[in-house]
């Protein structure tokens, strides 16, 4: 739990997701948080992710 979450782009902040036919499913994005972490967001690039946290800190 932090400041670097964000709400979840796929669900809108819900958790869920609802298909055509009204089932809902859990969002596989932020996994039903609603929302998703910097982390999270950005795990394709995770080189950049620990110059983001470096910055941070500094
Ligand atoms: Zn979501």
Redesign the pocket.
Known sequence: MGSQEFR?K??D???L?MDDEEWRYT?T??R???Y?SELESNEQDQVSDVDDINRILD
């Open positions: 979840c796929a669900c902040g819900y958790g997701l969002c994005v932020c039903g948080d609603g998703v």
